[in-house]
């Protein structure tokens, strides 16, 4: 039986591709649909940012946790309890009567989106061997970032066409067919889960969380408010937080994130390029569309439609490194894709046209096809429910970063100066590669072996 699953192992894939492109689309598509949103159910502006905000906390605080649920329960067990939950939510939002459901709706979803995301990376590495490893993480980055630019191109053509009268509600339906998909094709999904069979850290778990919110709850919050006192005592706070967990977990017998993460120099310095990477992509694109709509005039819609080149070069970069470039250099065209970036930015910070998008998103494929390969090549398996929770949790407190910091600075000062921002993490981020992660894969390689039946049981 083994076998016979492992053989369906790219099918498998595309079902974990399709859930992380729902999540994706969920994150991104509210900016669309909220004006029909406030039209239809008389919301106002607060309990609309929360339409996003509600979403983004709870997937944010319990990012780490479902990774080591899926370490302890199963990675497939608590994927599929994530996808069923996920559609039943966005059945409840699809159906809301009132922005209170809606609102309660957002936040199931992303506590399960919470759930599925980190069991990604590990049903990847229990199905898949050798150089394969590489190719099939390959295909996460530009699956992120094609779905964060479609979300809102599909979306507002849903809102557009208002189908059957329903107005915003199938932008929320439409996960119902694409989780009906996942779940049929789950079975499969490789059963796995780490061997050594950990417990949970309950501590652990409420300190993360603590920590988390502490810092991405001002994060969201802060443009709306000007930044007053509190959301930097409440960030302050964070931080402190988050050292008393790192303290916490050295001393636990079963840590919610393992410490010998921290040993060689590729994982934590991958960490460091995450969130410094995904501040900048997630912070550019939100100060894009503001820019298309605010100083261009152009409608959501069109606005997405404006930064298709960036699509086109994310599609073209993404295939390159994955047929051609990484299989013959490795990991160091990382630094290939960082530059493309770089001078696409300069080229943005000149002229927003057609070029400059195409080249920032050739860029962003070449450089995240290797990434997530490389950032996980080193993690022993009993490791990498704890180093898939907290890549993701880095991902998205980089995003959170991206739009606070990128955000207040555009309406503060004006696009250009954004930009420049920008253009210096990206450097920071290319220095980063250079010195820290390795031109050749690490040694320590997942075995070039089909799955152990062992790790195929509940």
């Known amino acids: ?109 992303g506590a399960s989106a919470a759930l599925i995301i980190p069991q990604t990376f590990g049903l990847i590495r229990a199905m898949f061997t050798g150089t394969e490893v590489a190719k099939a993480l390959g295909t996460i980055g530009p699956v992120m970032a094609l779905s964060a630019l479609c979300g809102p191109v599909a ?72 930044w007053p006192t509190w959301t930097w005592l409440s960030m302050t706070l964070g931080l402190g937080t988050l050292v008393v967990f790192a303290r916490h977990q050295r001393r636990r017998i079963h840590p919610l994130v393992e410490p010998s993460l921290f040993r060689g120099k590729v994982f934590p310095a991958s960490l460091i390029s995450s969130l410094l990477f995904f501040t900048v992509m997630n912070g550019l694109l939100f100060v894009l569309v503001l820019f298309l709509q605010l100083a261009q005039h152009k409608t959501p819609s069109a606005a997405a439609l404006a930064l298709l080149p960036w699509s086109a070069g994310l599609a073209i970069g993404s295939w390159t490194a994955g047929a051609v470039l990484v299989p013959r250099f490795g990991p160091k065209v990382m630094r290939a894709g960082l530059g493309l970036v770089l001078v696409g930015l300069v080229g943005i910070a000149v002229s927003l046209t057609a070029i400059p998008l195409f080249v920032t998103g050739i860029g962003l494929g070449v450089f995240t096809v ?30 959170t970063i991206g739009v606070a910091l990128l955000g207040t600075v555009f309406f503060r000062f004006g696009m250009l100066e954004a930009v420049i921002i920008a253009i210096v993490l990206i450097v920071a981020v290319l220095a980063l590669t250079i010195a820290m992660i390795p031109t050749r894969w690490p040694l320590r390689r997942s075995p070039d072996r089909k799955p152990h039946p062992a790790n195929s049981k509940g």
Not at 165 to 181: E, K, T
């Open 370 to 399: 290797p990434f997530f390969g490389n950032a996980l090549s080193g993690v022993a398996p009993h490791e990498t429910g704890s180093a898939s929770g907290l890549l993701n949790a880095v991902q998205q407190l980089g995003a």
């Open 155 to 226: 979306g507002g053509m849903l809102v557009d066409a208002n189908l059957l009268g329903l107005g915003w509600r199938p932008v929320f339906l439409l996960n119902v067919p694409l989780g009906l998909a996942v779940l049929a094709v789950s079975p499969l999904i490789l059963q796995d889960r780490s061997p050594a069979r950990p417990r949970l850290d309950v501590g652990g778990t409420l300190l993360a969380s603590l920590g988390i919110g502490l810092l991405v709850f001002p994060l969201v919050e802060g443009n709306d408010t000007g």
């Open 1 to 109: 039986m083994t076998s016979q699953l492992y053989r369906w192992r790219w099918l498998a894939l595309a079902a974990l591709l399709l859930a992380e492109a729902m999540n994706l689309f969920d994150s991104t598509v509210i900016p669309v649909a909220s004006p029909a949103i406030r039209t239809d159910l008389a919301v106002s502006d607060t309990a609309l940012q929360w339409l996003t905000a509600g979403y983004t906390l709870p997937f944010a605080l319990l990012l780490i946790t479902g990774g080591r649920l899926g370490d302890i329960l199963g990675r497939r067990r608590v994927f599929v309890a994530g996808v069923l939950t996920f559609v039943l939510c966005s059945a409840l939002c699809a159906c809301a009567p009132n922005v209170a459901v809606l609102l309660a709706g957002r936040a199931l979803q």
